[in-house]
């Protein structure tokens, strides 16, 4: 069953939570099952994350990205009807260019 505490355990394994709320969530940890097991599966969800090598895009990742989305006609639609113009490597173009 569902813990209905409704605690933010993500907010709590990454530390913000306020001190009263953080308080509330270690008072209440050793009481309940459910949300133990929740933030043990938040945690090792976490320690996966950081155990990821980092990746650093090659120097034209965003030229290469903003190619295939201009020959997307379903993305210059929807760029046409949010009026946002489709970015040029990252960089925006002065207003009225
Ligand atoms: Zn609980």
Do not use: N, W
Not at 45 to 66: C, N, Q, Y
Not at 89 to 96: I, N, S, Y
């Amino acid at each position: 069953m569902a813990c209905p505490m409704e605690l933010d355990l993500v907010a709590f394994a990454k530390g913000e939570l306020t001190p009263s709320e953080q308080e509330k969530v270690r008072q209440h940890l050793p009481t309940c099952v459910d949300c133990q097991e929740e933030l043990d599966a938040v945690e090792e969800l976490f320690g996966g994350i950081a155990a990821l090598p980092s990746v650093r895009p090659s120097a034209d990742f965003a030229a290469r990205v903003t190619r295939a989305l201009s020959a997307d006609p379903e993305y210059a639609k929807l760029a046409r009807e949010t009026r946002r113009p489709i970015p040029h490597g990252g960089k925006r173009r002065p207003r009225g260019v």
